[in-house]
C-alpha cells in the first residue's frame, strides 16, 4: 500500500530552526514536494527533490534520501508567519498524481 | 504569467442537491489538471487528473465525476450531494513533462 507519515504537530519559537521529518513507500517514486498551506488557503510549493541530497531555497532546505525512503523540509529563522500546515506529497508516477501526507502543523511562538 | 481561477469560494448546499465547481486557468496551454479533496484535519485526497480536452482520470470511487469541456476548463459535478462530499476542493495544473503543481484558491463545500 501507500503510506506517507509525517508528525502531527511541532511547536518552535521565533528565530529558532524547526526540522518535519517524513517518511514515505509508496509503489512507485518520481520525486517528493514540499508544500506550505495556511489555515482556511490552498497549499503553495517549497520544494522539489528528485536525487538524494540537500535543496536549499532561502529559509528552507529539503533533504531526500531515496534509499530510506525519507525527507525533510529544515525551517530556519522562524518567522511568526512560518505558522502554517506543511505537506508532504510523492510523485508516485509518471502521470503526476500526487500523494500527500496528512500534514504536519507548526507553531510559532514569540 | 499563469493563474488559476476556482468558483464560487464557498458554498452550502442541502443534502441530495446538484454540484458543480468550476476551475480555470489562464496563461498555459493544454496543462494538466486535478481535483483534490481536503476533508478537515486530513491530507489532500486526489479525486481527478486530466491530460487533455475529454481525457479523464479517476482515482477513486466515488459520488462525484468531472468534466474538461475546454482546454483550460475543468469541472467537478455531482449529481446528488452527500454529507460525506463536505470538505475543501481544490483545483490544480501542471505543465505537461513537469512535475510542479499549482493549487487554485479552492472551494470550501459544505453539505447539510
Known amino acids: 500500500g501507500q503510506n506517507i507519515d509525517q508528525p502531527t504537530e511541532m511547536t518552535a519559537t521565533e528565530g529558532a530552526i524547526v526540522q518535519i521529518n517524513c517518511t514515505y513507500q509508496?509503489?512507485?517514486?518520481?520525486?517528493l514536494f514540499w508544500y506550505q498551506q495556511h489555515a482556511g488557503e490552498a497549499p503553495t510549493f517549497l520544494s522539489y527533490?528528485?536525487?538524494?541530497g540537500l535543496e536549499e531555497k532561502g529559509r528552507f532546505s529539503s533533504f531526500l534520501s531515496r534509499s530510506k525512503g525519507y525527507s525533510y523540509l529544515l525551517l530556519k529563522e522562524l518567522q511568526m508567519k512560518d505558522s502554517a500546515s506543511y505537506l508532504c506529497?510523492?510523485?508516485?508516477?509518471?502521470?503526476?498524481?500526487?500523494?500527500f501526507g496528512s500534514g504536519t502543523q507548526v507553531v510559532v511562538t514569540p | 504569467s499563469q493563474t488559476i481561477h476556482q468558483w464560487p469560494a464557498t458554498l452550502v448546499q442541502p443534502v441530495g442537491s446538484p454540484l458543480s465547481l468550476e476551475c480555470t486557468v489562464e496563461?498555459?496551454?493544454?496543462?494538466?489538471l486535478y481535483w483534490y479533496r481536503q476533508a478537515a484535519g486530513r491530507g489532500l485526497q486526489l479525486l481527478f487528473y486530466?491530460?487533455?480536452?475529454?481525457?479523464i482520470s479517476s482515482e477513486v470511487p466515488q459520488n462525484l465525476s468531472a468534466s474538461r469541456p475546454q482546454d483550460r476548463q475543468f469541472i467537478l459535478s455531482s449529481k446528488k450531494l452527500l454529507l460525506s462530499d463536505s470538505g475543501f476542493y481544490l483545483c490544480?495544473?501542471?505543465?505537461?513533462?513537469?512535475?510542479?503543481?499549482?493549487f487554485g484558491p479552492g472551494t470550501r463545500l459544505t453539505v447539510l
Open positions: 490544480a495544473w501542471s505543465v505537461p513533462d513537469t512535475d510542479t503543481q499549482y
Open positions: 509508496t509503489s512507485g517514486f518520481n520525486g
Open positions: 527533490n528528485v536525487l538524494d
Open positions: 506529497a510523492v510523485l508516485a508516477d509518471s502521470w503526476g498524481k500526487l500523494q
Open positions: 496563461g498555459t496551454s493544454n496543462p494538466n
Open positions: 486530466s491530460v487533455g480536452i475529454g481525457q
